[in-house]
């Protein structure tokens, strides 16, 4: 089984994205700080359908320094890595003058900074295995804006420029980087849009739905899998055609 981490692993898209993956014959293993009541229940069912396919693995990934040798301690306990989804996010919602600056250091930490580190150490053993795939998930407000998230988008932009340089960079080693960036989709970072902002999102989109973790999940699916190989450097926009 070829092991493939997946940060915020433990709701939303991530454990959406674990839970597809442990079904694929990948061996999974979810980072995330706490292991949720969902993640538990996905953990209980994958070694009853497919033993040993979703471990669990907790950490701060905003803690920088340790990112090292938590991708030491990976490698030692399961083996090479194939697969990196750079899930785990957060957003603080706020007018960018009334923004504590606390919060706009953190937002840089876990969602650009820390995917970048982890990268690095991922990438170097990927490069020296001759190949691998990762797959970093930005956001559509990444390229289009968004009122309010202006720090969240910066982050989620620094990713998808991360993702076409880093693709060059490492594609000659065979491995492929590619990004994901889905629309609004419904999880616990989402639940602050009310009623009528959702129905404002649909409204507005080409398929008049929103995107669901699903489909992030086969998306991603897709780009680690042998469908893709003479894909890298791309962003696949997952949004129900919010951005159309
Ligand atoms: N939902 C959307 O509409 C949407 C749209 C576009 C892009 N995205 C992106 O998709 C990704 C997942 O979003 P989501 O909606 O599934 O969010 P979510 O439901 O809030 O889940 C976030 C995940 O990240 C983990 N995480 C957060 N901080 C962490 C840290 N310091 N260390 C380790 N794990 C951490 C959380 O686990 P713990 O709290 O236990 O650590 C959780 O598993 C994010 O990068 C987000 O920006 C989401």
Do not use: W
Request: charged residues 20%; proline residues 3%; aromatic residues 6%.
């Amino acid at each position: 089984m070829r092991n493939v981490l997946v940060t915020g692993g433990s709701r939303g898209l991530g454990l959406g994205i674990a839970r597809k993956l442990a079904g694929a014959e990948y061996r999974v293993i979810a980072l995330a700080r706490k292991e949720s009541e969902p993640l538990a229940a996905a953990l209980r069912e994958a070694e009853t359908a497919h033993p040993g396919s979703l471990h669990f693995f907790a950490c701060d990934l905003g803690q920088i320094e340790e990112l090292g040798g938590i991708v030491k301690t990976l490698r030692k306990k399961f083996g090479p890595i194939y697969g990196l989804v750079n899930n785990a996010g957060m957003s603080f919602d706020g007018t960018l003058p009334l923004m504590p600056t606390a919060q706009i250091e953190q937002l840089v930490r876990v969602n650009t900074i820390s995917p970048m580190v982890l990268t690095k150490y991922v990438v170097r053993h990927m490069m020296a295995d001759g190949g691998g795939r990762i797959v970093n998930i930005a956001s559509i407000t990444g390229f289009t804006g968004y009122s309010g998230l202006s720090v969240y988008s910066a982050t989620k932009a620094a990713l998808i420029g991360f993702t076409r340089s880093l693709a060059r960079e490492a594609g000659r080693m065979g491995v492929n980087v590619n990004a994901v960036a889905p629309g609004f989709v419904d999880t616990e970072m989402t639940q602050s849009l009310g009623e009528e902002g959702r129905e404002r999102i649909v409204r507005r989109s080409a398929l008049r739905r929103m995107a669901e973790v699903e489909d992030v999940a086969n998306a991603v699916e897709f780009l680690l899998s042998c469908k893709s190989k003479n894909i890298t450097g791309t962003v696949l926009t997952v949004d129900a055609g919010s951005t159309a």
